[in-house]
């Protein structure tokens, strides 16, 4: 493990502390999901983010087990899947992914998706809210919910999501949904950070910057994440990237640099757009 990757955390709005980088395992296959989890924590990770509908809630458990790390060292994330939102199925579902995780509580239980042509995230939400007035998870939140989605769950429930996981990255970075959250109380985590390891990566303004600090793209853009405050996990199954991906605590990019990456915005997703995105509904 490299001595320069001590992630710092961010405090969530219920004073639990969160790892700003952890480590993404979305489309790693569920056998394989223990070698790559492993890896991670091997080299100083401490957050994993998985989901019911990535199908390698066993395989992260399995490595988390394996570690030995303590686990209040450890930050899990896992998500409900839209198929079971409302109240006494996102309950069942949450049982189901703890079983298969192997653990008795997870550090962080999201909703996937708002889903609104099923219109049940508000239920969904009050049942997230007894599964951590039960202590079975430590903190509550959403993902891919837009400002008029958290809008209408902090109107109906009073409460305000511990984290909004959204699509963020130099090409697309939000900075309606940032904006909201920095005004509710809300962590902006990051979904694929590095834009999917595709175009992005290439892009000559922010190889530029890399080169300037003698880093690669992928570290410059998880700098410019970190930088803004937005938490980041980023998803590997390449050792050496998964090490260069937590080797980003030693540097620091320069106002122009920011500045730089920001110009690079074009408000285009590589994922669904949330207000349209029904599936399992
Ligand atoms: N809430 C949601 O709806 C949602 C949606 C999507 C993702 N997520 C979460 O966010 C995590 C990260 O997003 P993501 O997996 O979509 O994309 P990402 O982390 O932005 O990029 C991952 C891709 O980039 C490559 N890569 C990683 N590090 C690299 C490096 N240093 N240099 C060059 N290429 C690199 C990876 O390749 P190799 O693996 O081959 O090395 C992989 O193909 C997911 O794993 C998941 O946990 C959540």
């Known amino acids: 493990m ?4 001590k992630v710092p955390s961010v405090i969530l709005n219920n004073g639990v502390e969160m790892p700003q980088l952890g480590f993404g395992v979305w489309q790693v296959p569920d056998d394989e999901a223990a070698k790559a989890v492993a890896t991670a924590l091997e080299a100083g990770y ?8 990535y199908e390698n809630e066993r395989g992260t458990g399995e490595a988390v087990a394996a570690s030995g790390i303590p686990r209040e060292e450890l ?26 995780l192997g653990l008795d509580h ?27 007035a039960e ?22 429930t009073g409460v305000v999501p511990a984290v909004n996981q959204i699509e963020l990255h130099p090409q697309l970075a ?37 080169r300037k600090h003698g880093r690669t793209p992928a570290q410059a853009v998880l700098r410019w994440h970190l930088q803004l405050g937005n938490v980041v996990i980023p998803k590997s ?26 110009a690079l915005d074009e408000g285009g997703r590589l994922g669904p757009n949330p207000a349209e995105f029904n599936v399992g509904a």
């Open 2 to 5: 490299s001595t320069d990757s």
């Open 106 to 132: 997870v550090d962080l239980y999201l909703i996937h998706w708002p889903v609104p042509a099923k219109d049940a995230y508000v239920d969904t939400y009050r049942a997230l809210e007894k599964i951590h």
């Open 174 to 210: 939000q900075a309606e949904s940032r904006a909201l959250h920095a005004r509710l109380g809300i962590a902006t985590e990051a979904w694929s950070p590095l834009g999917q390891g595709r175009g992005l990566l290439d892009v000559p303004a922010l190889v530029a910057v890399a």
């Open 237 to 262: 199954v390449t050792p050496s990237r998964i090490q260069e991906n937590i080797d980003v605590f030693d540097f620091e990019l320069d106002p122009e640099d920011m500045a730089a990456i920001a």
């Open 46 to 53: 401490r957050s994993i983010d998985t989901a019911a509908i």
């Open 75 to 100: 930050f899990v994330t896992t998500k409900l899947w839209n198929s079971e939102q409302g109240y006494d199925s996102t309950l069942r579902a949450f049982d189901a992914s703890l079983e298969r």
């Open 135 to 156: 202590g079975r998870a430590r903190a509550i939140g959403v993902s891919n919910f837009l400002p008029e989605h958290l809008e209408r769950l902090t109107a109906e």
